[in-house]
């Protein structure tokens, strides 16, 4: 097997090879690969007193027959090896031949069995990454991606099934009546090539030399446990760039090149983070080459030395504008609390927020924006602005179940994080930055769950805010720029009553910037946070910091709303108020679907 290196952590395996793989059982079994796995099982074997340590001292045990069972080392480990090498190829009792000192396993074939069954799931317990470095040896893998991919994770997968089943079917002398195909090689591949971008030199040389992913094969669903499953603080403006004296060795990070909109950011994360790192897949398309040789606009180092964000406090997830370089740099610590997808999503979106008002002057929003157009012929695009669980996707989830009957195309512009900009006519026009979704897997209907499964990312699945990553839109709609019909804050911690509407217009601007001001919403468990809470705009990611620009921003952009007739208002969700996590968006939903086609038929 063509490896350069295996990097083992306590939740993950990194592969990196120039893309060549073993060709057989046989090769796979000899190599350093094989080896690692059985030394690492076998330690964790020896500090948890396994049972299963019986069959490395039965190896070790003197031929004429002594009782005397010395703790296993290093010898009983090698026989081990060689035995379940000469298993790959024979059946038991010719194995031991080859591997003498192993014949007390003749006896003992059940245990010998249990064995191999603990080393194939020891080994699938892992999250498991195969990176292929392209142009080594002036290789060009990234120009035949998926001929990789399948001579690297296809063959990967089933050269490790068909080698532990060998050696199974060799032990036991029998056949499986029930196959499964699980996931038994990588979950995820990588291509990673080096790409010339227009690298300021300075403290940004440290990036120069860092490989940019380049393709991305995930084999779905692929679940992982982060470190963490909660996003605490907010990230801070500071007045030197994280990227000063910092060291980083090349071999170490890759660079995933994200598309956010009309942003491109550069984010670089530490290997440690390599699953939340690749999780980034299913939320932003990867930036083209042309793009990667015009340069970031943004650049995120995810994963920075501890001892270099120490200067920034006991929360060091920050960000820096460098006017001298044109460029916005943040930088989060590489420390388990900070091991959330959420500390990588919402930096790179905070970054976004800050190029959009700065350089485009647009107002971003924390918010949803769906594009709905019902069967009677009525249509609209509607913007949901809202804290983090306030029922914005939620709300898009509804429209979706509740609309079979009504809905004739249903189209998902932004989930998260969008830019709202007055066009030449004096209209607001409604961008989105996301292609994917990062939800809590519990406000999604189980059916529509189950149906995207093998198309998600699952991360935390037994924990409070299990979250699933997962694909909803498209570049070309995150991109288009529809005019917005509905502004909509999303109200999740008011009960419905005569005086307090499902759905509410208002009919005062000032009012109205008063309410998306406040961000009032009820927190939900998702970050640190809890009860009633208020952030400026609902969106601590950019406006805070910007404030001045922002109540600029807004002002032109309300004004525009009012002015151009588009309907400005709240829901109420009830998201935020026990019993009602599927009720509440459900009935806004419906309510929203009546007044869409009330609307039309009125001519508004």
Known sequence: MSLTQIVWSPRQIILKNDGEICSNTKELLNSNLFSSIVHNFVEELREKDSPFLDVLRDVEQEPNGSDVLPAPGANSERSIIS?????????????????????????KPKLLNEFVEELYNYWRRFDRFLVCYSEIGGRRLDSRPYRTFNDTIGLLTDLVRAAYRDIQENITGDHPRIYRQVAAGAQVGLIAAPKKWPCPGGCYEVLRHIPFIRQVLIDPPLIIDPPMNKRTG?????????????????????????????????VYFHRQFMGLGCSLANLFELASD????????????????????????????VFYEDGNASQLVAAVPCEDKYGYFGYLKKMILTLHNIYVMKKLKRMPFHGAMTRICLKSGAEANIVIIGDTATGKSETLEAFRVLGEDQIRLLRIIADDMGSLEVDEDGRLRGYGTEIGAFVRLDDLSPGYAFGQIDRAIIMSPQKVNARVVIPVTTLDEVLHGYRVDYLLYANN??????????????????????????GTAMAKGTTTATGLVHSYFANIFGPPQ???LHEELASRHFEAAFSSQVFVG??????????YETEGPEVVARAMLQLITSRKDNNV
């Open 290 to 317: 042309e793009q990667i040789a015009r340069g970031p606009d943004a650049i995120y180092l995810f994963g920075a030395p501890p001892e270099a964000m120490r200067r920034f406090g006991e929360l060091p997830t």
């Open 546 to 548: 910007y404030r001045e």
């Open 83 to 107: 035995l379940l090498r000469a298993l790959g190829q024979l059946p038991l009792d010719q194995a031991v031949r080859l591997v003498p000192e192993a014949a007390p396993l003749l006896k």
């Open 493 to 518: 911690y008011e009960e419905v009553d005569e005086l307090h509407p499902v759905v509410e217009r208002f009919v005062d601007l000032n009012e109205a910037m008063r309410v998306f001001r406040e």
């Open 570 to 579: 709240q829901i109420r969700t009830r998201l935020g108020i026990p019993g």
């Open 234 to 266: 907010q990230f801070k403006k500071v007045a030197e760039n994280p990227l000063d004296d910092i060291k980083l060795e090349s071999d170490e990070w890759l660079c995933y090149p994200a598309q956010v909109g009309p942003v491109i950011v550069f």
